[in-house]
C-alpha cells in the first residue's frame, strides 16, 4: 500500500498551490481521504476530510473558504487546492486514508493510512 503525495513546493503569500495523493495498493473507493499538516515545531493538524463516496467534505476553520479537498477515484487520488496561501500554511502536508469514514471522522489522528508528505513553504 502507498500513499503519494506531490505538488508541494515554495510559493508567495496570496499565491496556490495544488496537492494531489495517489494512492496504490487499495480499494481506493472505499476509503475516506484527508489531508493534514505539520507546521515547524508543531504537532501534525488536520485539514480536510472528503467521504469515500465524496458526498461530503469538512474543514477546519482556519483553512474554510481557501482550501478545497477533491479526488478522483478513477485515478485513485485525491487533491488539496489551495488559495490565499499564508506565511502560517507553511509545513509538511500529509494525506491519509480509512476505509468507509465520514468526512467529518477523517478529523481523527488514527489512520489507515499515511502519505509520506510533501513540503509547502510560503514566503511572506
Known amino acids: 500500500v502507498q500513499l503519494q503525495a506531490s505538488g508541494g513546493g515554495l510559493v508567495q503569500a496570496g499565491g496556490s498551490l495544488r496537492l494531489s495523493c495517489t494512492a496504490s495498493?487499495?480499494?481506493?473507493?472505499?476509503?475516506?481521504m484527508g489531508w493534514f499538516r505539520q507546521a515547524p515545531g508543531k504537532e501534525r493538524e488536520f485539514l480536510a476530510g472528503?467521504?469515500?463516496?465524496?458526498?461530503?467534505?469538512y474543514y477546519t476553520d482556519s483553512v474554510k473558504g481557501r482550501f478545497t479537498i477533491s479526488r478522483d477515484n478513477a485515478k485513485n487520488t485525491v487533491f488539496l487546492e489551495m488559495n490565499s496561501l499564508k506565511p502560517e500554511d507553511t509545513g509538511i502536508y500529509y494525506c491519509?486514508?480509512?476505509?468507509?469514514?465520514?468526512?467529518?471522522?477523517?478529523?481523527?489522528?488514527?489512520?489507515?493510512?499515511w502519505g509520506q508528505g510533501t513540503l509547502v513553504t510560503v514566503s511572506s
Open positions: 491519509a486514508g480509512s476505509v468507509a469514514r465520514t468526512a467529518q471522522a477523517m478529523s481523527s489522528m488514527r489512520h489507515d493510512y
Open positions: 495498493g487499495i480499494p481506493f473507493a472505499n476509503y475516506a
Open positions: 472528503i467521504s469515500w463516496i465524496a458526498d461530503a467534505t
